[in-house]
């Protein structure tokens, strides 16, 4: 809901997981990989996207995000001293002292070349000696979702740096970027932390600082995960869990998943599940043990083998801030085919139903604002682009369910709005609105409303 490309590695698992759910006996059979980037991000940022896609025995990677430029050394100190660092060449294993926490030193990514990284956090190899470490590292410019365990062989140990003045260090990283890649990383920063003063940030930031599971397999595919989900302590030293896809329950080994049974009338287990396994690809999510508050509208593919859920969005029974939308994810493996977008105006048909406008929770994740800056663009631009007559933003707004603020935010960003005489008025030149529109790129899968028999929630007795 950071622009260094993103490697989710999707496996797809060749015999298929023989568990009883719900009484259905699924079939062993080998499914082809599907290719997954981000989450439905607009156009404009799919064109920004490098791939790098690696086939080896079906096994296919998932790139959400664009490759990073390769880093270049940092600027060198100035003789007043004022930007200490300290080289330790020759540490970090092989007898030498294991690098501290806070150290930063190039890192040899899968790309082959070496980023810029920050150690988070390090721990003793299980069959290694003293000095033997690997380390939890940062990339430093780029979004968290990067963050991971590399070994002492990936790391450049004559750049290694301590005692480095970070705001010195930061002016002179940035001093080397354009623009574009200045802002993008801006963004990455700041988008998703709105709603969080500098000690929230910092505290959820402690608290969250090391992916506790590393992986999960979920029907065919194996999944690396972005971020921490607060599993029960049981589960801290197990860094693959395995997902049933059909009632959401995790276990910790591939047996226990092929014999389980589910008793289908636990919808409360099957949210709190749907959190966990949420959590794990959205960053500042806040995970809701009492999930009674909340409705999930589940999506998924069918096939001969049952119902494989590709995403969700949940939604508060009663909301008081107007949201029809509290949580959205799409699943990394089924990203880019449009189910972001189609959740997103989902959502918005269920407010038409209630004859309510909506607006989603905040904060939104980075990529969960690109899916709606995205839909709201091309929804706007489409009503704009038919309607011959002059519309106001409450019109609009009527028409399409949307929050008056965000069309206002749209448009402006757009730049469609005029302030007239107190009032805003909309300028949709024809030739603007086919440019913004060639632009937008393609929308989402299309809502068919005639389909949709649904009545709002009201309490029960």
């Known amino acids: 809901m950071g622009s260094l490309e993103t490697l989710t590695t999707t496996t797809s698992v060749e015999n298929g997981t023989n568990a009883n759910c719900n009484g259905n006996q699924l079939q062993q059979q080998q499914q082809?990989?599907?290719?997954?980037?981000?989450?439905?991000?607009?156009?404009?940022?799919?064109?920004?996207?490098?791939?790098?896609?690696?086939?080896?025995?079906?096994?296919q990677i998932l790139n959400p995000h664009p490759q990073p430029q390769q880093h270049q050394q940092p600027l060198t100190p100035d003789n007043d001293g004022s930007l200490r660092r300290r080289r330790l060449g020759g540490a970090g294993g092989a007898g030498g002292s294991p690098l501290e926490v806070g150290s930063r030193v190039m890192c040899r990514w899968r790309d082959g070349k070496y980023h810029p990284v920050k150690v988070i956090e390090r721990r003793r190899l299980p069959c290694g000696g003293p000095n033997d470490y690997e380390y939890y590292v940062h990339y430093t410019e780029f979004n968290r979702r990067l963050d991971e365990w590399v070994k002492v062989e990936q790391l450049d140990l004559n750049s290694v740096e301590t005692d480095v003045d970070e705001k010195v260090e930061d002016k002179a990283t940035s001093l080397k970027m354009t623009r574009h890649q200045k802002r993008k990383i801006d963004e990455t920063h700041v988008e998703g932390h709105e709603e969080l003063d500098a000690a929230s940030l910092r505290e959820h930031e402690e608290f969250t600082k090391v992916k506790n599971i590393a992986t999960i397999e979920l029907g065919r595919y194996e999944i690396e995960t972005w971020y921490f989900s607060p599993f029960p302590p049981e589960y801290n030293d197990t860094l693959k869990l395995f997902f049933c896809e059909f009632c959401l329950n995790f276990m910790k080994r591939k047996e226990q998943l092929q014999r389980h049974m589910v008793?289908?009338?636990?919808?409360?287990?099957?949210?709190?599940?749907?959190?966990?396994?949420?959590?794990?690809?959205?960053?500042?999510?806040?995970?809701?043990?009492?999930?009674?508050?909340?409705?999930?509208?589940?999506?998924?593919?069918?096939?001969?083998?049952?119902?494989?859920?590709?995403?969700?969005?949940?939604?508060?029974?009663?909301?008081?801030?107007?949201?029809?939308?509290?949580?959205?994810?799409?699943?990394?493996?089924?990203?880019?085919?449009?189910?972001?977008?189609?959740?997103?105006?989902?959502?918005?048909?269920?407010?038409?139903?209630?004859?309510?406008?909506?607006?989603?929770?905040?904060?939104?994740?980075?990529?969960?604002?690109?899916?709606?800056?995205?839909?709201?663009?091309?929804?706007?631009?489409?009503?704009?682009?038919?309607?011959?007559?002059?519309?106001?933003?409450?019109?609009?707004?009527?028409?399409?369910?949307?929050?008056?603020?965000?069309?206002?935010?749209?448009?402006?960003?757009?730049?469609?709005?005029?302030?007239?005489?107190?009032?805003?008025?909309?300028?949709?030149?024809?030739?603007?609105?086919?440019?913004?529109l060639k632009a937008a790129g393609r929308g989402g899968l299309d809502v068919d409303v005639s389909k949709l028999i649904w009545t709002p929630y009201k309490e029960q007795g």
């Open 263 to 436: 008793d289908g009338k636990k919808n409360k287990v099957y949210g709190q599940n749907l959190c966990y396994l949420a959590k794990l690809f959205l960053d500042h999510k806040t995970l809701y043990y009492d999930v009674d508050l909340f409705l999930f509208y589940v999506l998924c593919e069918c096939d001969e083998r049952g119902c494989h859920m590709v995403g969700y969005f949940s939604k508060e029974k009663h909301s008081e801030e107007s949201y029809n939308l509290a949580c959205i994810l799409t699943l990394p493996p089924y990203q880019r085919k449009g189910y972001g977008k189609f959740l997103i105006a989902f959502s918005y048909e269920l407010s038409k139903k209630e004859g309510k406008v909506g607006t989603p929770e905040r904060p939104l994740s980075d990529l969960g604002l690109l899916s709606y800056r995205g839909y709201w663009t091309r929804v706007l631009l489409d009503i704009l682009k038919k309607h011959k007559s002059n519309i106001s933003i409450k019109e609009l707004s009527d028409m399409t369910a949307i929050k008056a603020d965000d069309i206002l935010t749209t448009l402006q960003g757009l730049d469609l709005i005029q302030y007239r005489k107190g009032q805003h008025a909309i300028c949709a030149d024809p030739k603007v609105l086919d440019r913004h």
């Open 32 to 59: 082809q990989n599907h290719h997954g980037d981000g989450f439905d991000a607009p156009t404009d940022v799919d064109k920004e996207r490098e791939r790098l896609i690696s086939s080896k025995n079906q096994n």
